[in-house]
């Protein structure tokens, strides 16, 4: 398998259309289309299906296509990372992270280890916990902040801190005069789960902690992101569950509550490629735990 056979087949799959690839890819059709069917013999598999109009991906040639893009991508960076390298220029370094992380200590240890490391090119990518896995092993990330314990035998997952659970609310809602809910209230609500995908995720890890009380949400409605789960809160479409630290989001439709139960937590989770002991990743690791003062000496 050759990189430009990726490049062709990531052109037409992403068009779905040989004439229009060719023509993006400045190349007669013929030799795309055998190029793609050398592609499909070596896999053993068919990956479009040319009886259909327009062409359709089947399900093994819409997996090999993610991947291509994941891998042609990440070829881009490895180019840009070799051309500053080679040029004494800055070194490339990738974090993904959750949008709850935002709330987090995580932002501003970036931001001191960008100020104090000029030589390092950082990416930031949103990512859920599950997609940090995957582009830690595709090295579109060295790095990723999430909420999940990831089992994986190449990723370590480390823990950080832990965030209790709360409630949002809207604040038009007969919940903002309360200063707490029961897990038993909490279950007689309308809650808004997320992310929806990819699973498991956030939402797993809040279904989980009801299950092991004995306890089930019934009235669900399950969302992409944090963001759009509180605005769908401040139209009074349900309450959500969110780790504490983004109630240092201030809006004034959404009211925040404590859960009358304790244990209920989310922990904030650094995950890295196993056995990863790169000099600028073990330097970025020692911003996470000094004190503001103290990293600006390193």
């Known amino acids: 398998m050759e990189l430009r056979q990726l490049k062709y087949y990531e052109a037409v799959a992403r068009l779905l259309n040989f004439s229009k690839a060719a023509e ?60 500053h390298l080679g040029a004494e220029k800055k070194r490339w370094m990738g974090i993904g992270f959750m949008p709850s992380v935002l709330y987090s200590h995580i932002p501003k240890a970036i931001q001191r280890f960008i100020s104090d490391n000029s030589n390092i090119d950082i990416s930031l990518s949103e990512l859920t916990s599950m997609q940090q896995t995957e582009a830690l092993k595709s090295g579109r990330i060295d790095v990723g902040f999430g909420r999940l314990l990831i089992s994986d035998e190449s990723i370590d997952s480390i823990p950080l801190t832990k965030d209790k659970l709360i409630v949002a609310a809207s604040s038009s809602s007969r919940l903002a005069a309360w200063n707490d809910l029961s897990l038993q209230q909490i279950c007689e609500q309308k809650v808004i789960l997320y992310p929806s995908a990819p699973r498991p995720s956030f939402a797993d890890q809040v279904l989980n902690q009801f299950k092991a009380r004995g306890l089930e949400l019934h009235d669900i409605f399950e969302t992409n992101s944090l963001q759009t789960a509180l605005g769908l809160v401040a139209a009074g479409m349900g309450i959500t569950i969110i780790p504490e630290s983004v109630r240092l989001m201030q809006r004034n439709d959404v009211c925040y509550l404590s859960i009358r139960e304790e244990g209920l937590v989310s922990p904030l989770v650094m995950s890295i490629r196993k056995n990863d002991h790169s000099d600028h990743l073990q330097r970025f690791r020692a911003y996470l735990t000094l004190p503001t003062s103290e990293s600006s000496a390193h």
Not at 36 to 64: C, H, M, W, Y
């Open 24 to 83: 993006e890819l400045h190349m007669a059709q013929p030799p795309l289309s055998r190029q793609v069917q050398n592609l499909e013999e070596e896999l053993g598999v068919t990956l479009i299906d040319r009886s259909s109009r327009p062409l359709k991906l089947t399900n093994a040639g819409q997996f090999f296509y993610d991947q291509s893009v994941q891998i042609l991508a990440r070829m881009t960076e490895i180019k840009r990372a070799t051309h």
